[in-house]
């Protein structure tokens, strides 16, 4: 079985194709253009996105959306993220922080899936909190504001370690568990 990953980023074709290829899918990189619809859900941009995909006749592909939803900013800059990254950055987020005592945040990751005929749509999460400061030099995004344990950012700990707990990962092991319990790998 074949699956496209339709992504500008084909650093995620290789971390799905890591996680699947125990289960004879194999990934193809595919950029096909779609309009993501402007709303505060994950789970509406994906399944949107999926609608247009398949009215241009494409099946058998997945498509992904993730953010950092920071609680006292009342899930800002969710299904922004990527814009808020672009423009304020982490800088950005800590001085709107500035102040703060309730650090929560979480990042989602939603997954969508079609495959023979069906559609799949999971979402994974890590809940943690914003620091105080940026830490830490590895990783992307708002990683090294970002702390799962209260203690390293996601900056400051191994690729293996932020997979085994991250969004991502997590929205990658229910997609698993979802294609088994539907009888697809
Ligand atoms: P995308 O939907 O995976 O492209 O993610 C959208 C934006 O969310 C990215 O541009 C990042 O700013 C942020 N983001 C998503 N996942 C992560 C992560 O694992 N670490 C840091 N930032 C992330």
Known sequence: ????????NPGKVAEYQRELSGYGIEMEHTRIPYNEVQTSELEEVVNKGMDAIVAQGVRDFIIDDSGLF???????????????QKTIGNKGILK??????????????????DISGK??????????SITYSEMGDG????????????????SQIPMDE?????HRGNAVRLL?????????V
């Open 1 to 8: 079985m074949k699956l496209k990953v339709i992504t500008s």
């Open 70 to 84: 920071v609680d006292a900013l009342g899930g800002f800059p969710g299904v922004w993220s990527a814009y808020a």
């Open 176 to 184: 698993i568990d979802a294609l088994k319990s539907n009888g697809l």
């Open 96 to 113: 709107l922080m500035e102040d703060v005592e309730d650090r929560g945040a979480e990042f989602r990751c939603c997954i969508g899936c």
């Open 162 to 166: 932020k997979n085994a707990v991250s």
């Open 119 to 128: 559609r799949i749509v999971v979402t994974g999460v890590c809940r943690g």
């Open 139 to 154: 990783g992307f995004g708002f990683d090294p504001v970002f702390t799962h344990d209260g203690n390293r950012t996601f």
